[in-house]
């Protein structure tokens, strides 16, 4: 059973998506992100808390923590997201791709000591990226106007309720011990955000304006998931 906190991040991730639609006054004359005076105004809360907690944390624990423990976290939480690439891969069509992943799954939870170490990549099992976000866009679903969630950072319409269907399902949100929750929680978002650390100094030398830059790269990168990396010319289904 979805746990009530977990529904109400739900609805609060899909109510944060509704109201920056429906900001008529942070309308602006780009297409593809109709709402960015909303949108400007989420991402510099956003880098706020980065810059003042986030981020330092994720220095600490990169400059602290030994390699082999960093590897250990990341493969853990990866192998628990194997298990819903593979539902999603399955939600495609792609049954090679989903039983890959489920097969990852399998050797990592068992030879790989509950997914610390990850023998099925050494054993050719290729690590897929998916989500309920990339599904919906398979289906036919267009993106939508470009948003900025707080804390969860650059989606479009598509990926927000995708967002949605991921934390419904996710099975860290679902524990009933709130300490282990929380700390599995926190221990992922720090992981994430130190593997991020080294793309830093390259966006902040790369963008004039770091908004644009970081969203016209996830528009980019989000349809090129979509498509598998060969989005097609015509941008109708955008």
């Given amino acids: 059973m979805i746990s009530s906190q977990f529904k109400r991040l739900c609805f609060v991730v899909s109510l944060v998506g509704a109201s920056g639609l429906l900001g008529g006054c942070a309308t602006s004359g780009n297409p593809k992100d109709p709402v960015e005076g909303f ?26 923590v030994p390699v ?82 707080p804390v969860f950072g650059p989606r479009d319409v598509r990926d927000t309720v995708g967002l949605a269907a991921d934390l419904a399902v996710e099975p860290v949100g679902q524990m009933h011990n709130v300490a282990a929750r929380n700390t599995l929680i926190i221990t992922r978002l720090i992981s994430d955000r130190a593997a991020l650390l080294p793309a830093d100094k390259v966006i902040e030398e790369a963008a004039l304006d770091k908004y644009s830059y970081i969203r016209d790269a996830y528009l980019q990168r989000r349809r090129s998931l979509v498509y598998d990396g060969a989005p097609p010319r015509n941008n109708a289904d955008e």
């Fill in 68 to 149: 082999p423990a960093k590897t250990g976290v990341s493969n853990f939480f990866g192998n628990i997201a194997d298990v819903f690439i593979g539902v999603n891969n399955l939600l495609q069509g792609k049954v090679p791709d989903a039983a890959s992943d489920f097969g990852r799954v399998a050797v990592n939870s068992t030879i790989g000591v509950l997914g610390l170490i990850d023998w099925a990549s050494d054993m050719g099992l290729e690590k897929h990226d998916e989500d309920f976000g990339q599904t919906f866009g398979r289906w036919g679903a267009g993106s939508g106007a470009y948003l900025v969630i």
């Fill in 39 to 64: 949108n400007r105004a989420m991402f510099a809360f956003n880098e706020g808390l980065d810059k003042t907690i986030v981020k330092p944390v994720a220095q600490g624990y990169d400059a602290a």
